[in-house]
């Protein structure tokens, strides 16, 4: 079972960046894939992002796509989610998320994601 710690949340203006860190403990990541998702105020959960076990093949949501990056260093076991640009409707609760499923899943649904951490908490001001 892998353990998941995310940090680096924090107040910022908007247009203004952070850097998310997810240190996982327990098992090593590079079996797991891994995914950053977000829940503000009275709303769900949704996706954010997810990298696959390669390393090689990234996702995005929309609302982030070209403002978010993703990252995984296998060998320190910890995922990253550098975000620039930042708005206030980024602001809500980071949980990084982990999955050793299998076979055809869909990385954006959180119902696929086994392990969570306690989440971090980002606010952009206007």
């Known amino acids: 079972q892998v353990q998941l710690v995310e940090s680096g949340g924090g107040l910022v203006q908007a247009g203004g960046s952070l850097r998310l860190s997810c240190a996982a403990s327990?098992?090593?990541?590079?079996?797991?894939?891994m995914g950053w998702f977000r829940q503000a105020p009275g709303a769900e959960r949704e996706f954010v992002s997810a990298?696959?076990?390669?390393?090689?093949?990234?996702y995005y949501a929309d609302p982030v796509k070209g403002r978010f990056t993703i990252s995984r260093d296998n060998a320190k076991n910890m995922v990253y989610l550098q975000m620039s640009s930042l708005k206030p409707e980024d602001t809500a609760v980071y949980y990084c998320?982990?999955?050793?499923?299998?076979?055809?899943?869909?990385?954006?649904?959180?119902?696929?994601?086994?392990?969570w951490g306690q989440g971090t908490r980002v606010t952009v001001t206007s």
């Open positions: 998320a982990a999955t050793n499923r299998l076979g055809d899943i869909s990385l954006f649904s959180r119902y696929e994601y086994d392990y």
């Open positions: 327990g098992r090593t990541i590079s079996s797991y894939i």
């Open positions: 990298i696959d076990r390669s390393d090689s093949n990234t």
